[in-house]
């Protein structure tokens, strides 16, 4: 008789998920996604096509070649992308695949996606191995990089429960692996996230809590001005750009809707010379012991020329100071052209890498970053 009662049991438990699944369904927004070709900055993978400044070599030619560029095999890439939104379940599925050759030969793929169920409307538990920017703290958006760093996100993967009441978001996160041995590695993190409407946005992260290697970044923002971003934060072992015990990252970016201009700019610095290694504090510092400091910053630029045309201009900038020779300068302008009959859009343009060396500096490396996007499937539920 138990056992009778525990197969009715499940069947039941069975058939109520099977008809929450349906009721979903029928009631769900569904869009697949398609980005194509070779671009680092939209697919997983490279530029379509780059050429780099060769090495010299003394033993094969008395001709110095590190003034020549060599050219790479052209690279082509696919990601498919399914989103899925209904009431109680939302998730999203990512395919890519990234080839350095034409031919697609022996190409490298990778699957990413996520599941989210919202039994109450305060309440949310999810798992996936990719969160993307879903946990992303308002105030760690960054304008120019139109993207939010880890340091930023209350959750990147595993299992996830938020619960949002009133503008606060409240996220506990397990990102670790079930055969963890180490406390170091079990990978908690927990976040929050307040959004005062019209007002300010404040957040903080507390990654990875149980490891001496933790990272806490604290974060707010302006929300009070329409169109303008404005965000500032201090993160402690900051690991996005490089390594830093202490580091500050601010933003800012305006739009100005009916010129069609966007333009933005972000900064990310090292506070001290300090990093953080295996738990332990190290020193950056030059040939001469003297201290040097890490920083970073991008500034963007849009234009709408046409409804169906866009051009956009990119830059940016690494150095250490207090160092020689360490400059890297990564410019990028492209154009963006909306096809017709909802073909999706099409974006191309050159990136210039420019580094300070102490021997043949300047240009180093450009490339020609080339994609599709477009949505061929887009389904909106009758609600």
């Known amino acids: ?19 929450l699944l ?6 769900a927004d569904v869009t697949l996604s398609s ?9 997983w993978g490279s530029d379509f096509m780059s050429w780099s400044r060769k090495k010299d070599d003394p033993a094969t ?3 110095d070649e ?12 696919e990601r498919l992308q399914l989103d899925y939104s209904s009431e109680k379940i939302d998730g999203r599925v990512r395919l890519e695949f990234n080839a350095d050759q034409l031919s697609g030969k022996d190409a490298p793929v990778r699957f990413r996606g996520f599941a989210r169920f919202t039994p109450v409307e305060q309440i949310q538990f999810v798992a996936g191995n990719d ?21 930023g ?7 996830t429960f938020n619960t949002k009441i009133s503008g606060l978001k409240f996220v506990a996160n397990w990102a670790g692996d079930s055969k963890v041995d180490n406390i170091d590695k079990l990978g908690l993190n927990f976040g929050a996230d307040w959004v005062i409407p019209d007002a300010v946005k404040l957040g903080a992260t507390f990654k990875n809590v149980t490891s001496d290697d933790r990272t806490i970044g604290v974060f707010a923002g302006l929300g009070s001005v329409e169109n303008l971003v404005l965000n500032a934060g201090y993160i402690y072992n900051d690991n996005d750009k490089f390594a830093a015990k202490h580091a500050l990252q601010a933003s800012a970016g305006y739009t100005f809707k009916d010129a069609g201009i966007k333009v933005s700019a972000d900064v990310i610095s090292a506070l001290t010379n300090e990093y953080i290694s295996n738990g332990e504090t190290e020193e950056y510092k030059n040939s001469d012991g003297d201290k040097i400091y890490p920083f970073y910053t991008r500034a963007a630029a849009s234009f709408a020329v046409t409804e169906n045309v866009s051009v956009k201009g990119d830059v940016q900038l690494s150095t250490i100071f207090g160092q020689d020779n360490s400059t890297k300068t990564v410019v990028y302008p492209s154009v963006s052209y909306k096809l017709p009959k909802k073909m999706g859009s099409v974006q191309a343009g050159v990136r210039f890498t420019f580094q300070d060396l102490k021997d043949n500096g300047g240009l180093q490396k450009f490339s020609i970053p080339l994609c599709w996007k477009w949505t061929p499937v887009s389904v909106k539920s009758e609600k």
């Open 66 to 77: 590190s003034d020549d560029f060599e050219s790479s095999t052209a690279a082509v890439s």
């Open 22 to 27: 349906a009721a979903s369904i029928a009631n």
């Open 61 to 63: 030619t008395d001709k």
């Open 153 to 159: 996100k209350m959750a990147e993967s595993g299992l």
């Open 1 to 19: 008789m138990q056992a009778e009662k525990g197969v009715k049991m499940k069947k039941s438990l069975v058939g109520g998920v099977a008809l």
């Open 131 to 151: 969160f993307f920017t879903k946990y992303g703290v308002s105030a760690a958006y960054l304008a120019a990089a139109d993207d939010t760093y880890s340091s």
């Open 35 to 43: 980005t194509f070709g070779g671009d680092e900055d939209n697919i």
